[in-house]
């Protein structure tokens, strides 16, 4: 530590902000360069960027070697209360008399649990959140407003399903009808499985299997609006950014990290610790440890030296 | 059928999963190698894959000329039962003095239906959901639970509307403000009109018209998390992948299948059969039977063509 | 006014209605070709189309500079009514007692509104809405059905949040833990501020800032289907159409257009009055009045000269 060792800090915030009390982060020198003139009091700074440098009159530095790592940590420091639930299993809820609810379970307002669900101990349900027959839900867990947890699915002990989630839709099956005229829904029969300490966002979709489960590792984390089709199976740790379409009966590694918009074909295989960038569509086989960009995706220097190709193609006489 | 014709087949299942007593299918030679250290007892095999091989002890193969085929039909044979509402209209659902509620119809816990709402009978409304003003809902219909169908919205019978649906939302239509200042919001005062034996899925939007009705035909299926704008008219078993997004004004065909991720630009026109690779944008007219694939979408030849000439150019010189 | 100008005229349509009474718009050649053989019995036309045209025995032409905008201004008039609150605050809508509710609001059936929120005055949050603690909602706003507010979050004055929305889920943050094993949660201790006369369209998702807020900006209109992460900051009256996909940092200036499934990378600066078109990939910072195209997005003529290059590449003997 560098600087006034008094100092109370009451607030995390960005160098603009002009809260008294407050720590920022310097990461880089960009953000070096704006502390001068903010008027936050503290900062954790990146070592190799302290130098010579002083935090200034009354004020400090905290020298770490990850200032991101830091920054998150303090940031736990500072988290605010979870909402208040006024009772602990609201009474306007609809519960089922067969459901079983675990100790210490919240159920918010005008939520419907219902037949045979089983709810964990420490799990919290949001208002307005449906969970239905036969579906069973970890310990610690946390359910937001608006989701459904559809029949049959099962969700792990500290889970978080964000807002308005959809959990085991039907697969988007047909076959042609025996007249060959119309198309006729396959059933769903499967659910969906989640694992531990699994993080779902708002809007996402993730279908039940034709037969069996949809299965997501634990330890998986799943962006906003993202579509998981029937069958798929998705390993542990892995990342899923928002927006990311993937089709039926895919079959994704461990540590895997996909990128904002991207599409998968469907019964593909991606290895495990591949890196897929941002709008790729990925229409082969990844093996694992590749990382791929692109429509059609393949490994990122390819990719990019096709748009080095084209920008050198408009630029000559040929176009 | 070749084999153990006694068994007892309680379940569907993939071929590695270790369930007793269930049935499987081998629909493709990959399957056929699986299927001697699997733990199924009896499998629907593909007529072409049978040849010399035979099931093995105490199992059974039953032969069929297509095996994806029998295998829908099997999975609707074992299809659990759907959720159980234990009073047909659940006392907690807020219901409209004014509405009119078909015979057999059930609501679930926590909906509201509003004034002059028609559901016709035998209709099934999950927990939940919310039904506006003067909607009119078929018959056997099911609409599941976070969906809102909103006012004067006409969804046909037979039809499945999943989880936290949205039809009917006002289309995105502005005007400059007269001072040229702003934008001021184009009021839309048409409505969706749905036809018969259509599935929708999650998350997925369906905007009203600005004067007249946005319509999707009887018979057509739209997956998850597809958007749908104001004024479209899409035609009969047309089937709509995941995460597609359809601009205003766009007229689609029957029997039209678009992938996933698609991207349609607004007052297209897209005759019958037509069918749209996956992640493709269109920008341009397509006529009847043409399959299209790619940003600019165009024949699928020409775009996996281009594809081609681009992995050639990485591997010359000329980069 | 050209022709019978005793009509009365009831309503809005189409050239192809068969509805009496009703007005329609001629704004292009194709329009007025259909004029003869329409039932419509009058329409605002474009003043240049008018030239020798007459109605047709008792119908009428209403001549305007700007027929869309002539067309937008009349459905104003014919704007049916909003949904019937039949109670102003539903008797089944869970309310904390620490809630302010303003003057006028109207709270629908099975609504949930946390502890310490505040509803401003002529406010309407129509049935099954989730608004949790303490966030704020301006006046003469407009909160749809299964839109969740999470908590903190505030929405200005005469704004339009539809249906299944997603305000203030957590971005999506994790940092790799201690033992390098696993991924752990960074706290999202932001919110999300949104100005006045936004509108948000159904199952948009805006996630809320790490430390302070992710902002939208005055008379912004975002689409359905929308991504927004946490911390971007949104300028005044831009727009962005359906799908699209904004990580997070990402900073837009005022007036931009941005079409549908556009993605645009974290931490990018796009400036004031850009353009971005359909389903482009935005991976560099756009200075202020550019029109981009493509993946990557660039100068939209470089992106067309692209395109070319690779047709003429195609018919070549190239490939």
Redesign the interface.
């Known amino acids: 530590m560098i600087g006034n060792s008094g100092l109370v800090i009451t607030g995390?915030?960005?160098l603009d902000?002009d809260k008294d009390g407050s720590i920022s982060f310097i990461g880089s020198t960009a953000y070096l360069n704006k502390w001068e003139s903010s008027k936050v009091t503290a900062a954790v700074i990146q070592e190799k960027l302290v130098q010579d440098n002083l935090p200034g009159d009354g004020r400090a530095f905290v020298v770490v070697k990850n200032a991101?790592?830091a920054m998150?940590k303090i940031?736990?420091l500072?988290?605010?209360d979870?909402?208040?639930f006024?009772e602990a299993i609201?009474r306007?809820a609809?519960i089922?008399e067969t459901a079983k609810i675990g100790q210490n379970a919240k159920i918010?307002?005008?939520?419907?649990i219902?037949?045979e669900v089983q709810i964990g101990a420490n799990t919290t349900i949001?208002?307005?959140?449906?969970i239905?027959?036969n579906a069973i839900i970890g310990d610690h867990t946390i359910i937001?407003?608006?989701?459904?947890i559809?029949?049959?699915c099962v969700i792990g002990d500290s889970c978080?399903i964000?807002?308005?989630v959809?959990i085991g839709?039907?697969g988007?099956?047909?076959?042609p009808s025996d007249d060959g005229r119309?198309?006729?829904?396959?059933?769903?029969?499967g659910n969906v499985e989640i694992g531990n300490?699994v993080?779902i966002?708002?809007?996402t979709?993730i279908?039940r299997g034709?037969?069996?489960a949809t299965i997501i590792g634990h330890?998986t984390?799943i962006?906003?609006?993202v579509?998981i089709?029937h069958n798929c199976k998705i390993g542990m740790?892995t990342?899923i950014?928002?927006?990311t379409?993937i089709?039926g009966s895919v079959t994704i590694g461990n540590g895997v990290t996909i990128a904002?918009?991207v599409?998968i074909?469907d019964h593909i295989n991606i290895g495990d610790g591949v890196t897929i960038g941002?709008?790729s569509?990925v229409?082969n086989d990844i093996a694992a440890g590749q990382t791929v960009l692109g429509?059609?995706a393949m490994e990122v220097k390819?990719t990019l030296?096709?748009?080095?190709?084209?920008n050198?193609?408009?630029k000559t006489g040929?176009?």
Not at 144 to 148: A, D, M
Not at 172 to 175: E, K
């Open positions: 995390a915030v960005h902000s991101d790592l998150a940031l736990e500072f988290t605010p979870a909402i208040i006024n609201n306007s609809v089922s918010g307002a005008n939520c419907y219902g037949n949001y208002p307005n959140s449906t239905l027959d937001k407003s608006g989701t459904v559809s029949e049959r978080i964000h807002t308005n959809n839709t039907d988007f099956g047909y076959r119309s198309i006729v829904k396959i059933p769903h029969i300490h993080e966002g708002s809007g979709c279908d034709k037969f069996d330890g984390k962006d906003n609006l579509q089709g740790s990342l950014a928002g927006c379409g089709s904002g918009h599409s074909k941002g709008k569509g229409i429509f059609p390819k030296r096709k748009w080095a190709v084209l050198r193609l408009i040929n176009n």
